[in-house]
């Protein structure tokens, strides 16, 4: 009998401790989840249907029957496997360049002394501000009379334009010690050692989460890549899946197989890096850390 008050409160204290808005919270999450992933789950279902069973009255919820006959229709009879090559051959440059380009720049902005440092981050923040479609007719001219068009030259350089990774690596350059840089100058070391072997090695994970941002950015983009492509063999990925609706019809089995593997090494490669993605997003957003 003397335990029983004890054991009314631990009862009590048991109830006090459920977390109901924590629940509500995580219910309407899952269903948030839910809502965003069920068009990923019946674009993979439709793909592993055959063409017929998919256009019925009442399709089945389940890739019931089984086909692979939409894929093997794709990769047989369409550009796949050239648009992939195409797709990762473009998008592996740009990241590359975008990464070397942006550490030269903001390391000279952030460390550098230079005339006219301040005016040319200020022309860094006003080309952050305008939106890409607004230089589509300049960049698309100038493409024209450089004899670019429908050229992997056309469809990278115009794409290298990353004033924002700049901004984030001149965020992060501004946080290292000025005492680095000035022991390193003291010592003899050059602008390009100091980058390559003091900022760089520091700034490594923002680079890698950077560079993981920028490759699955160049990997879907698909306006640019559409306006100054004009050749089968030259399309990505994104422009691809258009021509296999062109060349097929109205094949939603086909359809849904090529938006199936367009987006499977970018869903990989976050599913592989997802911190470094989160933190890269984090970044690009103006948040530190």
């Not at 005016?119 to 479609?133: D, T």
Request: charged share 10%; with cysteine.
């Amino acid at each position: 009998m003397l335990d029983a008050p004890n054991a009314t409160a631990t009862r009590a204290a048991g109830r006090r401790r459920i977390n109901v808005p924590g629940i509500l919270g995580t219910l309407f999450t899952v269903f948030m989840a839910a809502i965003w992933a069920f068009p990923l789950y019946w674009a993979v279902v439709t793909s592993l249907k055959p063409e017929q069973a998919v256009i019925v009255e009442n399709p089945s919820w389940l890739p019931i029957p089984f086909s692979l006959k939409a894929y093997i229709d794709v990769l047989s009879n369409s550009g796949l496997v050239r648009w992939y090559f195409n797709s990762v051959f473009t998008a592996l440059v740009i990241t590359v360049l975008v990464i070397i380009l942006s550490l030269l720049c903001a390391y000279a902005i952030s460390q550098v002394r230079f005339p006219g440092k301040n005016f040319l981050f200020f022309l860094l923040i006003a080309g952050f501000m305008i939106p890409f479609q607004a230089l589509v007719v300049p960049l698309f001219i100038q493409m024209h009379e450089l004899g670019q068009i429908n050229s992997y030259f056309g469809i990278i350089v115009p794409q290298l334009i990353a004033p924002i990774v700049i901004i984030v690596y001149k965020q992060f350059f501004d946080g290292v010690p000025r005492e680095l840089h000035d022991s390193a100058v003291i010592d003899g070391a050059g602008e390009f050692r100091i980058l390559f072997n003091i900022f760089l090695p520091i700034n490594w994970g923002i680079t890698v989460a950077l560079a993981i941002v920028t490759f699955i950015g160049a990997w879907n983009n698909f306006f640019w890549p559409f306006l100054i492509i004009s050749s089968e063999d030259m399309m990505t990925i994104p422009v691809g899946i258009t021509q296999v609706f062109d060349a097929f019809g109205v094949v939603y089995a086909r359809t849904m197989a090529v938006a199936v593997l367009a987006g499977l090494p970018v869903s990989l490669l976050y599913l592989i890096f997802q911190r470094q993605v989160t933190q890269g997003i984090m970044a690009t957003a103006g948040i530190k850390g």
